[in-house]
């Protein structure tokens, strides 16, 4: 029932910007915390961004101050903007949502999306 569906990715040079969307249906997204984890070749899944439904973020080291995770609430979307890419940013980014609160027959706990491909190379 659950439904995360991302956009966005694509191939960038480095230095340059993505905007990666990932749109929920089938939960309250206000009792959801949304984040965003990517996996690249040879590497486990990492947390890049998460923020709740209060606006509240946490940002992994590797891209604070580079990338910017918000949401909108009224559209079920979390968004992470992307600046100054670097090729060690290439991988397959997943939206997640923690589902807080079991509700509308959706069990508390972790959901994915099918990821989106980002690629920085010149």
């Known amino acids: 029932q659950v439904q995360l569906v991302e956009s966005g990715g694509g191939l960038v040079q480095p230095g340059g910007s993505l905007r990666l969307s990932c749109t929920a249906s089938?939960?309250?997204?206000?009792?959801?915390?949304m984040g965003w984890y990517r996996q690249a070749p040879g590497k486990q899944r990492e947390l890049v961004a998460t923020?709740?439904?209060?606006?509240?973020?946490n940002y992994a080291d590797s891209v604070k101050g580079r990338f910017t995770i918000s949401r909108d609430n009224t559209k079920n979307t979390v968004y992470l903007q992307m600046d100054s890419l670097k090729p060690e940013d290439t991988a397959v980014y997943y939206c997640n949502a923690n589902v807080l609160i079991t509700h509308w027959g959706t069990r508390r706990g972790d959901y994915w999306g099918q990821g989106t491909q980002v690629t920085v190379s010149s």
């Open positions: 089938g939960i309250r997204f206000d009792i959801a915390i």
């Open positions: 923020a709740t439904s209060a606006g509240r973020t």
